[in-house]
């Protein structure tokens, strides 16, 4: 697996961190993007060599589990790497690790190509998915969550698409949608784990919609989440919170 490795070091900022002065969920998914872009980029297969065919990627699925979050300034290594697909989906391994180089946290994305017209998923070339390498352990296993229908959420909030929401594919950009989701939870609960998906786009004025509730359980910190869209109700991404 060696071969097809790729790390980042990164030190975490200001910008980055929460009032206890370490790194914000939404800072961490943002730099695990920010590596698979640069790790696809050398592997010549990034958004920029797909437009090239009108394709592009569009993430699918994102599993993170962080044991601890970094503090403010330290610097934290990211490893990644491609690890198999099943002909739609892509996905792509990470291992987060601290200064003394311990493992913090983990995660597992799931990615699709879309054609850029249709707005429709196209399969993985084949040479993308053999670049991965055979009999590997994922970091987080690969299943398939029960994300719960929210008929009655406990918290709602809600927020117009801006201009500046959007990504390189003209829609909201993966990481908003997660701010979103843990932003309407209540101040005293603390978020270490989501696994999210997403359903379906939104663009430059839209009004969304995130809901979540809390397990039945009272002793659970875990939650369940939902963002739609206000004009049609369209379920845009679920997740469950930890």
């Given at each position: 697996?060696?071969?097809?490795?790729?790390?980042?070091?990164?030190?975490?900022?200001?910008?980055?961190?929460?009032?206890?002065?370490?790194?914000?969920?939404?800072?961490?998914?943002?730099?695990?993007?920010?590596?698979?872009?640069?790790?696809?980029?050398?592997?010549?297969?990034?958004?920029?060599?797909?437009?090239?065919?009108?394709?592009?990627?569009?993430?699918?699925?994102?599993?993170?589990?962080?044991?601890?979050?970094?503090?403010?300034?330290?610097?934290?290594?990211?490893?990644?790497?491609?690890?198999?697909?099943?002909?739609?989906?892509?996905?792509?391994?990470?291992?987060?690790?601290?200064?003394?180089?311990?493992?913090?946290?983990?995660?597992?994305?799931?990615?699709?190509?879309?054609?850029?017209?249709?707005?429709?998923?196209?399969?993985?070339?084949?040479?993308?998915?053999?670049?991965?390498?055979?009999?590997?352990?994922?970091?987080?296993?690969?299943?398939?969550?029960?994300?719960?229908?929210?008929?009655?959420?406990?918290?709602?909030?809600?927020?117009?698409?801006?201009?500046?929401?959007?990504?390189?594919?003209?829609?909201?950009?993966?990481?908003?949608?997660?701010?979103?989701?843990?932003?309407?939870?209540?101040?005293?609960?603390s978020v270490n784990e989501i696994d999210i998906r997403f359903m379906a786009e939104s663009v430059a004025g839209d009004v969304d919609i995130a809901e979540a509730k809390k397990h039945s359980s009272d002793?659970?910190?875990?939650?369940?989440?939902?963002?739609?869209?206000?004009?049609?109700?369209?379920?845009?991404?679920?997740?469950?919170?930890?």
């Amino acid at each position: 697996m060696s071969n097809i490795t790729f790390q980042e070091t990164f030190k975490i900022r200001a910008s980055e961190i929460n009032f206890n002065q370490r790194a914000t969920l939404p800072a961490i998914c943002n730099l695990l993007q920010e590596v698979a872009g640069n790790h696809a980029r050398e592997l010549e297969f990034d958004i920029t060599d797909l437009q090239k065919d009108e394709l592009t990627w569009v993430l699918h699925r994102l599993h993170v589990k962080m044991d601890r979050f970094p503090e403010w300034r330290e610097t934290i290594t990211i490893k990644t790497w491609p690890s198999s697909g099943d002909g739609l989906r892509a996905y792509r391994d990470f291992l987060i690790k601290g200064e003394n180089n311990n493992v913090i946290g983990r995660s597992l994305s799931y990615w699709l190509i879309m054609n850029i017209q249709s707005r429709r998923p196209a399969r993985i070339p084949k040479k993308i998915l053999e670049m991965a390498p055979d009999n590997t352990d994922h970091v987080l296993p690969v299943n398939d969550p029960n994300y719960s229908e929210l008929d009655h959420p406990d918290y709602s909030q809600q927020f117009k698409v801006r201009k500046t929401d959007l990504d390189l594919n003209r829609h909201v950009n993966n990481v908003h949608f997660i701010e979103w989701a843990l932003s309407c939870l209540p101040e005293v609960s603390s978020v270490n784990e989501i696994d999210i998906r997403f359903m379906a786009e939104s663009v430059a004025g839209d009004v969304d919609i995130a809901e979540a509730k809390k397990h039945s359980s009272d002793s659970s910190n875990q939650y369940y989440h939902q963002i739609r869209r206000a004009s049609d109700n369209k379920i845009l991404a679920k997740a469950i919170s930890n």
